[in-house]
């Protein structure tokens, strides 16, 4: 039967997306399905499935993204501003909630970059659904303003958050050395995984100022990047 | 290593012993599935790999090693003779382990790139998992971004999300308009 109603597992199998991305979207309303049983464990329809995915697939070229704590890597401020506009429209197409750190000339460079993009998030954009902050006030400073995003997050009850920093073009001008970076990186990616929902998060690097190990190390401390480990063996 | 059944996956070592124990652990966990296993590198790091495989209690006689070089590298000739090995072998699955440590120093970045670029195609055309090995202490993180790129099954969110799109990146190369 084309219309058989599908458990939450046969239904992420469909979509080939995970089962929480499922009830993220069941929770912001955007995908429909049906409780059952005592439990009121979620149902699909196929139909209903592939009616989201076609409107899904034309709302957000960024496509969807799986909760997690992900690193990337750019080579110029033009490709710093797509990708975060990419990683936001992703946010935003999903009704989600978005914690922007980063300094203010590349904050103006990713609204600018997601408006032309994505014309129909402009409003979502400039509204209370995104936190812009600067980055620039240290890393404790950042970690802090971190938990305090997803504690107010948690509070609201807000079904998604989308976590982006700009860590190379926070940090240029701190002084700030790579090991301290790479244990900011490994405290904020223990705090991330601790929390009942995961946020997706985007953390981003230029790669004209690191080193090849240094790449190797941050897609450490960002294990959710990789789908094979990455791994240097020691001597 | 765990690995689908097509697969382009790349790894960056720091040491020799890095290189040859997970080159070997990866055709291992193909012999021990009876697929037929590949070399592609020089003669020394495809000797160290072999002699890894042996310390690991595994059978380096169905390996075949394919020689890696710069000079006897010729793309399209290297590809389409792995591609005509499999084919006459009739081997469902294959492995290859390509060292490309050997000559990422002497070929430019671009041919490199463009190497990995047939890899990936041949990949979705074989039954075939690669496994392309880089020396990590020799990258610059363009580099190491570049070859992420070029490995998009290594990724799990969109590649173009953690290394930009090729469009950004071609449009980031031209000198802005004033």
Known sequence: MADDLLDIKAAAAVLKVSETSLRRWTNAGLLKCYRVGGRRERRFRRSDLMAFLESHAMHSTAGSLDAGHYCGFYTSDRMRAQQTARFLAAALSEGGEAFVSAQPRVRKAVVRDLVSEHPGLREAATSSRVTYVDFGAGLAAQYAAIEDALRRAAARGAHSLHVFGDVSGGTADAGVSFDAVIKFEADLDKLYHSQREVPTVLCLYDARHITGEQTVALLGVHPDTLRVPLTTMPA | ?178
């Open chain 2, 1 to 178: 290593m765990e690995s689908a059944r097509h697969a382009h996956l790349c790894l960056f070592f720091s040491s020799s012993r890095a290189q040859a124990n997970q080159a070997a652990a990866f055709l291992a966990e193909g012999l021990r599935a009876n697929e037929r296993g590949f070399i592609a590198a020089a003669s020394l790091a495809a000797g160290r790999i072999l002699a890894a495989l042996e310390r690991a209690s595994a059978s380096g006689d169905q390996i075949t090693v394919l020689p890696l070089s710069v000079k006897s590298l010729d793309r399209d000739h290297a590809l389409a003779a792995l591609a005509r090995s499999v084919k006459r072998r009739g081997v469902e699955t294959v492995r290859v382990v390509g060292d490309m440590s050997g000559i990422q120093g002497a070929l430019a970045q671009r041919h490199l790139l463009s190497l990995e670029t047939e890899l990936q195609r041949i990949t979705r055309s074989f039954p075939i998992r690669v496994l392309c090995l880089y020396d990590v202490r020799r990258l610059s993180g363009i580099q190491a971004s570049a070859l992420l790129r070029a490995h998009p099954d290594m990724l799990r969110p969109p590649v173009d999300i953690v290394t930009g799109s090729s469009a950004a990146r071609l449009r980031s190369q031209r000198p802005r308009k004033r």
